[in-house]
Structures are given as structure tokens and as C-alpha cells.
């Protein structure tokens, strides 16, 4: 999805970038580490065409980023969300208006907009704080905020830069969770970090930059091979969730249908076979029997 073919950036004080070759697939969670001045941010900015290499080119997907005309760049960035330790929020704008703006901004349909805000806001955790104003926000919230911003025009790839620095420990473990999951969706996730025992936590590929150049990539080692299986299970447990989820909720539907009927369906038997972990009291003082209710 991003390649980096022999890239260098040269500043007049020095290198930013020297010969950088990097391949981020799609779908790949991605640490990028180094200490300050090392080329962390230069290396974003190639990603986002905010800044040109001096040598070498940088794919995105079939893009030659590098190549890019200017009329184009507005739209190749909507492929791409952001995030900053700073958020970044639009302080005279609630909650809601924030992450509505950044759908605004690139023209979408109000009434995708009045669907979409709810939705994402759900996701990230921030619903009942939609009418808040940034500064009336904790810096756990205002980073959901701000991811939700990142996500809410559905981008193939979500870049935080140190999401975690203004952050304590407990809220930085609920950002990491969040981006975690936004990852499992399917959204390549590239996070810049100085926060070692996150990276040591996550178990996800590190690619380390020390001036300029990159001294360590843990993409080919067994090391990601474990890790990739554990994503794959942590996948298939959230799926089988939603599914097992549906089929409950769907039971549930048909309970109370038969209820108000009177009369208990075909389905509802066939139910009594498979799921039996609870009764729900109902008004007549009949006691039905179905699945789990803490759906
Ligand atoms: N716009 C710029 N002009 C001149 N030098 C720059 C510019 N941006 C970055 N640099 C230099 O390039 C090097 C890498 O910077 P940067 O990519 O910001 O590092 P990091 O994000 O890892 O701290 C540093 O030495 C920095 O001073
Ligand atoms: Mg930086």
C-alpha cells in the first residue's frame, strides 16, 4: 500500500530521510520509533505529499505520490486520516460539529453526515459528550475526538503522530485499544511513538529511524508471524461475536413477536435446543426461556 523505494529528503542543516525503503502492507499496524530528529515526521510528510524527497519515489497504492499534480493532492489525502498529540480540536465547535466538519470539508451529503457522526461517535466512546466543547473534554476524550475525526470519512490509512504523548497511562492503554480496533476494521494504522512499553505491549512490526535512516524493521521476523496469527484470531473472535450477537438479537425479536401473539413459534422451539441460558419474567407470569439477554 506505501512504499518508500530509496527515499531521501536533504535539509540544508542536514538529512531528514537517507535512502528509506519501506514496505507497509494493507491492513498492517505499524510502529515507527527513533528518537527526536531522526526523520519520523519528514517521513509522514513524504507519506502526505506536505513535503517532496530528493530522491527516490513513494507509492501509494498505484500513486506515484511524488508525481502527484496539485489539483490532485487534495483528493489523494482523503485516503489518508491524522492524528496529533495535540488533537488539534476546533475549540468553537461541540463535539458532534467537529467530526460533522471534517465530512463537510470534502462535500459529503447531509444526510450521510446526520448518519455517519452518531455512528462514529458511538465507535470511538464519545457519544454522550457529542455536545461538549473541547475544552470542556478530558485528553482522553479529546484524542477520541480527534480519532473520530480521522475515521469519520472512512480513510484506508489512519496516521497518529504520538496520539498517546499528553496522555496518563490508563488513557493511553483506551487509545491504543481504540486504534487496535480500528485496525482490526481493516484501516492500516501508522503510529508514531516514543512510548516504549506500549510498543512493547502491542506486539505489532517496529520500524525504527535513527538519523535519518532506518536501523530496525521487524517485518520479516518470526516475531510478526505470531503476532499476525494472534490479530487473525482476535479477528475471527470479534466477527464470531457480531455474528452470535445477530442471532441472538434476532431470537430475542422473534420472542417477543410470539409474545405479543401469544403464541410461541416454530423458531422459538427449535431455540429451546440450542441456547438455554436464562428466563425472562413476563407480565402474564408465563417465564419463556432464551438466549443470553445481555445482548
Ligand atoms: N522544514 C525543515 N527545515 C530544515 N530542517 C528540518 C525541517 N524539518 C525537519 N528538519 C530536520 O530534519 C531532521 C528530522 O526531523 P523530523 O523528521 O522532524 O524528526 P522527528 O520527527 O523524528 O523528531 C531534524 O534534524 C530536523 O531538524
Ligand atoms: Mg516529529
Redesign the pocket.
Known sequence: MIQFNNVSKN???????SEVNIKINDGEFVFLV????????????LILRE?LPDEGTIMFDDYEVNMLPNRLIPYYRRNIGIVFQDFKLLRRMTVYENVAFAMEAVHRKKKLIKRQVPHILNLVGISEKADHYPDELSGGEAQRVAIARAIVNNPKVLIADEPTGNLDPEKSWEIMNLLNQINLRGTTVVM?THAKDIVDRMEKRVIQ?EK?RVVRDDEAGLYIKKRRQNDSNLKKAVETDSFEQRVRERRYQQRLKSLKNNSFSAADDADQNNVDSGSLEVPSGNSIKHGDRKC
Open positions: 535539509y540544508p542543516e542536514g538529512n531528514g530521510l527513533g528518537p527526536s530528529g531522526a526523520g519520523k515526521t519528514t517521513f509522514i510528510k513535503t508514531v529511524i535519518g
